[in-house]
Structures are given as C-alpha cells and as structure tokens.
T-cell receptor, first 112, second 113 residues
C-alpha cells in the first residue's frame, strides 16, 4: 500500500531563517506531487506541483521554492522566512490525472 | 477565480440531525467529484467520491447527491455524530492535466451532543 510521510509535524522558526520541509511517498512510482498551504480556518492553496524529477510548477508567486530531487521526494524550501509564511503545509500525491489526492499529516509552521 | 463554490462556510448540527453541504461548479469538463474530511491538525482524507454517470452515491451515513444539469453536488451526513465534527472540502477534477483538482473553500461542521 502507498503511504506518504511528511515532517516535521510542527516547526517554529524566526523571521529570516531558512526552511526545509520534506515529503516522501512509498509504495508507488512516478506520482504527481503537490504542496498546499492552509491558513487558519481557510481553504487549500496550491503552491507547487510536480509531474516528475526536477519538473516543478509554481502556482503563486511567493517566498517559497520546491524541488524534487528523487521520484518520490518533494521538498519545500525558503531562504528567508517571512511572518506571512506561517501556516499549515500539506504535501499530497496523486497517481494519474483523474484520481483522488492523498495527503500527508501536515506541518504546522509558525514564523516568529 | 474559485472553480468550485462551497457553502456554507460553517455549520452547526444537533446530534442525530442531517448535515448538508453544497457545492457548485461551472466547468463542464469536470468528471470526478471527491469529498474530503479533515480533522484539526491532520491532513484531509478522501471520504467519498462520485462520477457524473450516477446521481447518487451512498457509503454508510454519507451520501453524495449529484445534479449534472444544475452543475451542483452535495454531501449529506445522516444521523450526524459529534465525531463527524471536522472540515469538509468538496473538489472537482478534469480528466487531464496534473493541476486539475480544484477544491472548495471548506465547511467547518460542528455536531453538538
């Protein structure tokens, strides 16, 4: 069966510090991978998606970047965090174009 | 532009009552309509999904009603329980493209004992 791992679960970082959130998927190959951000009490905002290694598409201009160095690894990064980067970050994967998304457990990021 | 419009934003239901969440869309290319359930501090999880060749799908206490002509679909939770308290997202997907799954804005359901 497929599983998705996302870590860390919570993170408190000072403004201006770097960020690295990691997501890995097990039990499948060549998944489509996604990073979402969810503000408190709000919906899901798609940040990045990837259809393959080193193939990243950005949905919104922002202070964040994403990378996919391996088929089942997706990394969300920032060189310098802003207060507005605080939120709940979710990684997800889909197999194929017209299927459901499977989400990780999320990372609660608080920038102070 | 919000591809899938969801209402209400929040909903309070008595235990044993029926919870109803509605979604609407315009894009006739959508052909897959999943619903996700999210508990606080957790990622969303697929609850139930429907394709437009059927008008209703039922899984336990959860039912999706789909009206293709009106471009609307809804989630009904029968005999709502406090454990159903969560945020619910509807979504819609087109057949092609990697960025083809569009979520509603979510409904926060609270079931009071």
């Amino acid at each position: 069966s497929q599983t998705i791992h996302q870590w860390p679960a919570t993170l408190v970082q000072p403004v201006g510090s770097p960020l690295s959130l990691e997501c890995t998927v097990e039990g499948t190959s060549n998944p489509n991978l996604y990073w979402y951000r969810q503000a408190a009490g709000r919906g899901l905002q798609l940040l990045f998606y990837s259809i393959g290694i080193d193939q990243i598409s950005s949905e919104v201009p922002q202070n964040l970047s994403a990378s996919r160095p391996q088929d089942r690894q997706f990394i969300l990064s920032s060189k310098k965090l802003l207060l507005s980067d605080s939120g709940f970050y979710l990684c997800a994967w889909r197999w194929g174009m017209n299927t459901e998304a499977f989400f990780g457990q999320g990372t609660r990021l608080t920038v102070v | 532009q919000q591809q899938v419009k969801q209402s209400p934003q929040s909903l309070i239901v008595q235990k044993g009552g029926i919870s109803i969440i509605n979604c609407a869309y315009e894009n006739t290319a959508f052909d897959y309509f999943p619903w996700y359930q999210q508990f606080p501090g957790k990622g969303p999880a697929l609850l139930i999904a429907i394709r437009p060749d059927v008008s209703e799908k039922k899984e336990g206490r959860f039912t999706i009603s789909f009206n293709k002509s009106a471009k609307q679909f809804s989630l009904h939770i029968m005999d709502s329980q406090p454990g159903d308290s969560a945020t619910y997202f509807c979504a819609a997907s087109t057949p092609i493209g990697a960025n083809n799954l569009f979520f509603g804005t979510g409904t926060r359901l609270t079931v009071i004992p």
